[in-house]
Each structure stands twice: as structure tokens, then as C-alpha cells.
């Protein structure tokens, strides 16, 4: 998994080297950009009644995310969002004090945002290469 942080992309550690490779490290550990970039995503639960009743960002709620963040933070949020759902013994509960879910909630939750988040990202890029193959039509290219 590749995190850009402060223009450059680096990938998350999966396993510990050098000295703290010794330390037992616990197996449902999540890496610490993974924990920062799901905060903002997992927030929404504080304020969801019914997680199993949800299905997906609301399509207002998944074009307002993509307008207020722009890559590369939208990309590190969606690959936080990937890791976590590829890692479901992945104990996200702490991830934000007081979550009012269980775990399998959690993971539930972040597949559904998940889902919906690419369906935007595949929205936008659609819509980019409409507007482009519309300007050349328009310009007479072809």
C-alpha cells in the first residue's frame, strides 16, 4: 500500500524491520497512516443509527467528499479504506474513541463507503474524458 505524505509516495510497512523487529508487535495491528487516513471516513458512524441498514454514501455525500479533497489526500483515504477492507482481523474499534459499533459493524461500514467512493472515482474519470472527447468535437478534432 502507497501513502503520498508531503509530495512523495511511500509505502505503508506490512512488517517491522531492524531493531523493533524483535518487539512483538499484536497480528490485528493497524499501520499508523492506515489509522489517520480511516478517521476521517469512520467518523460518519458517531452519527449512523442503523450500520448494518447501511448501504453506501449517499451520492451527495460521495460528490461533496470528492470536492473537498483533492488528491493526494483523497487517494490515501481510499487506500486506507482498501487496506482496511482486505484486512478484515484488522481491529478497527479504536481507531476513533467511543465507536458506538462492533468490529464486523466497522468493517461492514467500510466496505459499503469503500464501494461507493470508487463508484465516484470512476464517476470523475468517466466524466474527464467525456468533457475531452466533447472539446475535441467541438474544436473539430477527431
Not at 106 to 132: M, N, P
Request: hydrophobic share 35%; net charge negative; proline share 7%.
Amino acid at each position: 500500500m502507497n501513502v503520498e505524505v508531503t509530495g512523495k509516495k511511500e509505502a505503508i510497512p506490512e512488517t517491522v524491520e531492524g531493531p523493533e523487529a524483535n518487539r512483538s508487535v499484536p497480528e490485528k495491528s493497524i499501520p499508523p497512516l492506515v489509522e489517520v487516513f480511516l478517521r476521517h471516513p469512520l467518523y460518519k458512524l458517531y452519527y449512523l443509527d442503523d450500520v448494518e441498514g447501511f448501504q453506501g454514501l449517499a451520492v451527495e455525500e460521495r460528490d461533496l467528499f470528492m470536492q473537498q479533497y483533492e488528491d493526494p489526500l483523497r487517494s490515501s483515504i481510499l487506500d486506507a479504506l482498501k487496506w482496511a477492507n482486505e484486512h478484515p482481523e484488522a481491529d478497527l474499534t479504536n481507531v476513533l474513541p467511543g465507536l458506538p459499533c462492533s468490529n464486523s459493524d466497522i468493517h461492514w461500514y467500510v466496505g459499503r463507503v469503500l464501494a461507493s467512493l470508487e463508484d465516484g472515482e470512476k464517476r470523475v474519470d468517466w466524466g474527464a474524458r467525456c468533457r475531452v472527447n466533447c472539446n475535441e468535437l467541438r474544436s473539430g478534432r477527431t
